[in-house]
């Protein structure tokens, strides 16, 4: 079975200052995505991400960058220079890359408020 | 290009009434899929549809149902509504071709409640 665990449940920053926001995930697959979601107030799910088991490069975009890690089943997440905008539930999300299993299976989520 | 959308915005039923729910997806995806956001449970799998079929299946009551029309648009109902079933429910689409293979995109969902 799948598991995904964000054990952050709210973390509160300054403007401006660096948030690192975990994802631990379990699967018994060889071959599966990860995904980072951003669930701003007005409830839609925004898609930042998407890392293939198989890649374990790091990637920035932006003031965004992600940290894969598959030693520890790690697949964090950086903001840098955090922003009120930033202020939003992230999911990270876990899906099987083979055609029937496609579900993503949810953390339950980190809510993030950047104070200005 | 026009995103996922969902319809109604918002619905509100009593308990043991049937609700339906609709979902466009992006032009061009064929997959849709539909999650069920309640309070304290997090977002849960619902039902996937690709190509007119259903594909998988979450672990939920067979009172929840749904069905993806030709144009890949795809319905969701839930008959003999429980107070339970309160919920934001969403609705994403995918593509089944690379680069963009297996990411859905999501609408901004129903928000149903039960009285």
């Known amino acids: 079975a799948q598991k995904v665990t964000q054990a952050q449940t709210e973390i509160s920053v300054v403007e401006k200052e660096d948030v690192t926001l975990d994802c631990v995930y379990e699967?018994?697959?060889?071959?599966?995505?990860l995904f980072w979601y951003k669930q701003p107030p007005s409830g839609e799910l925004v898609f930042l991400i998407r890392?293939?088991?198989?890649?374990?490069q790091n990637e920035i975009s932006g003031r965004y960058s992600w940290n894969f890690q598959k030693s520890t089943s790690s697949f964090n997440f950086t903001i840098t220079a955090s922003q009120v905008v930033d202020s939003a539930v992230y999911f990270c999300?876990?899906?099987?890359?083979?055609?029937?299993?496609?579900?993503?299976?949810f953390g339950t989520g980190t809510r993030l408020t950047i104070i200005p | 290009e026009a995103g996922v959308t969902q319809s109604p915005t918002h619905l509100i039923k009593t308990r043991g009434q049937q609700a339906t729910l609709r979902c466009s997806p992006i032009?061009?995806?064929?997959?849709v899929y539909w999650y069920q956001q309640a309070l304290g449970l997090g977002l849960q799998f619902l039902l996937w549809?690709?190509?007119?079929?259903?594909?998988n299946r979450g672990n939920f009551p067979p009172r929840f149902s749904g069905r993806q029309f030709p144009n890949y648009s795809s319905e969701l109902n839930v008959n003999a509504l429980e107070l339970e079933d309160s919920a934001l429910y969403l609705c994403?689409?995918?593509?089944?071709?690379?680069?963009?293979?297996?990411?859905?995109?999501f609408g901004a969902g129903t928000r149903l409640s039960v009285l």
């Open positions: 699967t018994r697959d060889t071959t599966y995505y």
């Open positions: 994403a689409s995918s593509i089944r071709l690379a680069p963009a293979k297996n990411i859905q995109y």
């Open positions: 890392r293939n088991s198989f890649d374990e």
């Open positions: 549809y690709d190509e007119g079929e259903e594909r």
């Open positions: 999300a876990l899906s099987e890359a083979s055609f029937g299993n496609e579900k993503l299976t």
């Open positions: 032009s061009g995806h064929t997959s």
